[in-house]
């Protein structure tokens, strides 16, 4: 296996995670927090597919497909095109709401513009420093894996939520 190869299947994998963690769940059962501080289902599968979104973008040197594909519109959020959903409180969390359909949608084009990405990358191009101001400096390696680790905390979190869910209706 290339490195290549090991970063699209672990974004294959969180591909996965996501379509799983809406399967069986209506919209409302999406945006139900099992506690007002908690997030949902639908803010946590939005919130990965942002960071990741606007991450790869970022690297890539591209835009991100939530403003050129249009999802920011076709998700109407009350919330400003370029949130990420870091740092939100409670009632930013409570405000995102969508389908598994609309979820799953948007994720799969940020899938695919990861994919493009990271199959053209070699070994050398995991060393190339991406942002010095940290100690050490992020390297593009450790920047792709933080996104992988990240996306998979969050996909783990809602499919926890689903088979809570699940279970109690």
Do not use: C, K
């Not at 597919?49 to 403003?67: C, G, K, N, P, Y």
């Not at 695919?112 to 070994?123: I, M, N």
């Not at 100690?135 to 783990?156: M, Y």
């Not at 689903?162 to 209706?169: D, I, K, P, S």
């Amino acid at each position: 296996m290339t490195s290549a190869d090991v970063l699209v299947d672990a974004f294959s994998r969180i591909q996965g995670a996501v379509h799983e963690s809406v399967a069986g769940l209506d919209e409302e059962a999406l945006a139900q927090r099992i506690d007002p501080e908690s997030n949902s289902i639908a803010w946590l599968l939005w919130h990965l597919a942002r960071v990741q979104d606007d991450h790869i973008a970022d690297v890539a040197e591209t835009e991100q497909v939530w403003l050129v594909q249009n999802w920011a519109a076709r998700f109407a959020l009350p919330l400003d095109e370029e949130d990420t959903g870091y740092g939100h409180d409670s009632d930013q969390v409570e405000s995102v709401r969508a389908t598994g359909e609309l979820l799953t949608g948007y994720y799969d084009a940020v899938h695919e513009q990861t994919l493009r990405f990271v199959t053209g990358l070699d070994d050398a191009d995991l060393d190339e420093i991406i942002d010095a101001s940290w100690s050490p400096p992020v390297t593009l390696g450790v920047r792709l894996v933080s996104v992988i680790a990240d996306d998979l905390q969050h996909a783990g979190q809602a499919a926890l939520l689903n088979g809570f869910l699940r279970r109690t209706r």
